[in-house]
C-alpha cells in the first residue's frame, strides 16, 4: 500500500515547510516535471476539443462572489475579504465567476456556441487543519477547469464530450474509476432555492448517464450549491474514495450574470454552463497517480524517461552526448556516471525511470545504446537514434506500454 505523502517525500517530488504553512506544498524538480507533463496533456488534450484557454485573476471583489452566490452558500471555506482602500477583494474559491465575466465581456451569436473556455488557474480553499493532507486536501489549488457556455439543446452533447474526455484521460494515465456518483442536492440551505433549475440540470445529468451506459449512484447531499454533477470517483489502496474529476450543469449563474446570446430569432436568450474538470485539481491527481503507480509512473509523465548509465569513465562523453540528444528530442533525461557506483548499483537506484540506457565500449564506437526496461526486459543493442525514436513515439502516444513489442 503506497501511501502518496511518504513515497512522494522519498522521491523529491513535492515537500512542505511550517513557514510556508500547512495545505501549501511546494513541488520540487522532478515533482514539477509530473506536474507539468500533466498539464500539457491537459491543455493538448482541450485543444484538439475545441476549448480557447484563457488567464484570470485569483482575486475578485467581494461583490463577485455576492452575485455568483458563492458569498451567501460557501462562504465558510473561502478565506476572509482584504480590505484594499474601500473595496474589499477575496482570493477566489473557484474560476467560474471569473469566466462568466469573460463570456459576459463580448456579444455572442447562436452561431460561436458552444463556446468552450478552459484553464489551468489557481484558487484557493480555507481548509480547517484537520482536514488537510499531502496533496489530497490542500488550501491552494491548481484546478485544470473548464466552462462551456451553450445552447440548451447542446448541453446533453457537450456533457457526454466531457465523459468521453476524461475516459481518455484516464486510460493515459493508467487509473481506473472506483464508481460515477449523480451528486443531488440534501436538505439544508447551502443550495439555491429553484426547484425547476434543480429539476432541468437533474434530467439532463441522467440522460446522460444512462445514454453513456455507465453504472453510477444517485448520491443526495454532494452536488454544488448552483446545480448537480456528475463525480468520478477514485479510490486508494485503503478503499478511501475522493473525486478527481466532474460534469456539472449550471442554469444559476448565467442568470446571475445576466449572460446572453442572439439567437437566431434576432433575440437575446439565456445560455447554460457546463463546468467540467478533466482531472481536477492537479495536486490530488498527481497525489492518486503517486499511489496507483508506487512512483513508476507511465513513461510520458516520469520525471526522468531516460536514465543514461554509461559503463566506465571512458564512455562518460558518449553518455553525455546522448542525453543531449534526448533533451533535443524532448524526452527527460540523465546522465548516471561511475561515481554513483557499480553498474548494478545504478541500475537498482533507476528501478522506477522506465529506460535505461547502457553504454559499453562497444555501443559507444557503434552509436548503439542497449536498453533495460523497467519491467525488467532486456533488449538487444541497436542504433541510439532508432531506439530515442521509438520511446519519442511511445511518449507522444501516452501509451501504458514500454515498448512496442512488434519492435522488440
Not at 485543444?47 to 484557454?53: E, F, P, V
Amino acid at each position: 500500500m503506497h501511501d502518496h505523502r511518504k513515497l512522494g517525500r522519498e522521491l523529491d517530488l513535492f515537500d512542505t515547510d511550517p513557514l510556508i504553512g500547512a495545505g501549501l506544498p511546494y513541488w520540487l524538480p522532478d515533482g514539477a516535471a509530473v506536474r507539468h507533463a500533466l498539464e500539457e496533456y491537459v491543455r493538448a488534450a482541450e485543444r484538439r476539443a475545441g476549448y480557447r484557454h484563457v488567464y484570470s485573476p485569483v482575486l475578485g471583489k467581494r461583490e463577485l462572489y455576492e452575485i455568483s452566490g458563492h458569498w451567501s452558500h460557501y462562504s465558510d471555506d473561502m478565506f476572509p475579504p482584504m480590505s484594499l482602500g474601500a473595496e474589499q477583494v477575496v482570493l477566489r474559491p473557484s474560476l467560474c465567476p471569473h469566466h462568466a465575466l469573460i463570456y459576459r465581456s463580448r456579444s455572442h451569436s447562436h452561431r460561436e456556441l458552444p463556446l468552450r473556455m478552459a484553464e489551468l488557474g489557481g484558487m484557493y480553499r480555507s481548509e480547517l487543519s484537520g482536514v488537510l493532507g499531502g496533496l489530497t486536501r490542500v488550501r491552494a489549488i491548481q484546478l485544470n477547469d473548464a466552462h462551456i457556455f451553450c445552447t440548451p439543446d447542446q448541453v446533453a452533447d457537450e456533457a457526454w464530450a466531457a465523459l468521453e474526455m476524461i475516459r481518455r484521460a484516464y486510460e493515459a494515465l493508467g487509473v481506473a474509476p472506483a464508481r460515477y456518483r449523480l451528486s443531488l442536492p440534501g436538505p439544508g440551505g447551502k443550495y439555491v432555492v429553484a426547484p425547476e433549475m434543480w429539476r432541468r440540470s437533474t434530467a439532463l445529468l441522467t440522460d446522460v448517464l444512462d445514454r453513456s451506459g455507465l453504472p453510477y449512484e444517485a448520491v443526495e447531499g454532494e452536488a454544488a450549491f448552483y446545480g448537480p454533477k456528475i463525480d468520478v470517483q477514485v479510490a486508494d489502496a485503503a478503499g478511501r474514495e475522493s473525486t478527481l474529476s466532474t460534469v456539472q450543469v449550471d442554469f444559476h449563474q448565467p442568470e446571475q450574470f445576466d449572460l446572453h446570446y442572439i439567437g437566431a430569432d434576432g433575440a437575446r436568450h439565456r445560455p447554460v454552463m457546463v463546468h467540467r474538470s478533466v482531472i481536477g485539481s492537479v495536486e490530488r491527481a498527481v497525489a492518486h497517480l503517486i499511489e496507483q503507480h508506487g512512483g513508476a509512473f507511465p513513461a510520458w509523465l516520469a520525471p526522468v524517461q531516460v536514465e543514461i548509465l554509461p559503463v566506465s569513465e571512458a564512455e562518460l562523453p558518449n553518455a553525455e552526448a546522448l542525453a543531449r540528444r534526448c533533451v533535443d528530442l524532448g524526452l527527460r533525461a540523465e546522465v548516471a556516471g561511475p561515481e554513483r557506483g557499480s553498474l548494478g548499483a545504478r541500475v537498482r537506484q533507476a528501478r522506477l525511470v522506465p529506460y535505461q540506457a547502457v553504454v559499453g565500449a562497444k555501443e559507444a564506437a557503434d552509436d548503439h545504446v542497449a536498453l533495460r526496461l523497467r519491467d525488467g526486459r532486456r533488449l538487444a543493442p541497436r542504433p541510439a537514434d532508432d531506439v530515442l525514436a521509438r520511446v519519442r513515439a511511445l511518449v507522444d502516444a501516452h501509451s501504458a506500454d514500454l515498448w512496442d513489442a512488434a519492435a522488440s
